[in-house]
T-cell receptor, first 114, second 110 residues
């Protein structure tokens, strides 16, 4: 089955620790995205990538980093510089990132900072 | 003013009823519009794209009103399984970003 996988589903982190969230897709999509969702708010874009070895900051990139070494993979690192990292993190992909492109989402990772 | 605004609800609706909700957007250059559905603690899933002429998919009808800058979603003959949060999404052609509304929560009651 084609799709997007994210792991882990739940993640607990101590303050001051970096943590990396995994996102893998086998849809052969060029574009991949990371969003953050907080209660009562819309999804906010953290980073996106339209091609391997290239990515752009979204609206809330501070305290986050990404890499895109392979087309299938787009891991997100939440660094200790992110002041309020507890949230629901969603990875998405789309065919090429165009204006009519549909984004497909992974099941998400819930990160809690203790 | 938020770029995309939705009434958070919840809309409590009896099963079988018709329900409609709107979403307003601030950027008049917006070109693409979508409705996504999100179940509790799950990922969003595309419900339907919204075309200029309006479009229908079974019990769901989406409309776009460019003059007043809003899109609407109408659900007829509502089912218990329609209970979810409905997210309005807008994209301007000038970039690749989607702008997401915070969602409207719908609860269908038996």
């Amino acid at each position: 089955d084609g799709g997007i996988t994210q792991s882990p589903k739940y993640l607990f982190r101590k303050e001051g620790q970096n943590v990396t969230l995994s996102c893998e897709q086998n849809l052969n999509h060029d574009a991949m995205y990371w969003y953050r969702q907080d209660p009562g708010q819309g999804l906010r874009l953290i980073y996106y990538s339209q091609i391997v070895n290239d990515f752009q900051k979204g609206d809330i990139a501070e305290g986050y980093s990404v890499s895109r070494e392979k087309k299938e993979s787009f891991p997100l690192t939440v660094t200790s510089a992110q002041k309020n990292p507890t949230a629901f993190y969603l990875c998405a992909s789309s065919i090429w990132g165009g204006s009519t492109d549909t984004q497909y989402f992974g099941p998400g990772t819930r990160l809690t900072v203790l | 003013r938020k770029e995309v605004e939705q009434d958070p609800g919840p809309f409590n609706v009896p099963e079988g009823a018709t329900v409609a909700f709107n979403c307003t957007y601030s950027n008049s250059a917006s070109q693409s519009f979508f409705w996504y559905r999100q179940d509790c603690r799950k990922e969003p899933k595309l419900l339907m794209s919204v075309y200029s002429s309006g479009n229908e998919d079974g019990r769901f009808t989406a409309q776009l009103n460019r003059a007043s800058q809003y899109i609407s979603l109408l659900i007829r003959d509502s089912k218990l399984s329609d209970s979810a949060t409905y997210l309005c999404v807008v994209k301007a052609d000038s970039n690749y970003q989607l702008i997401w509304g915070a969602g409207t929560k719908l609860i269908i009651k038996p």
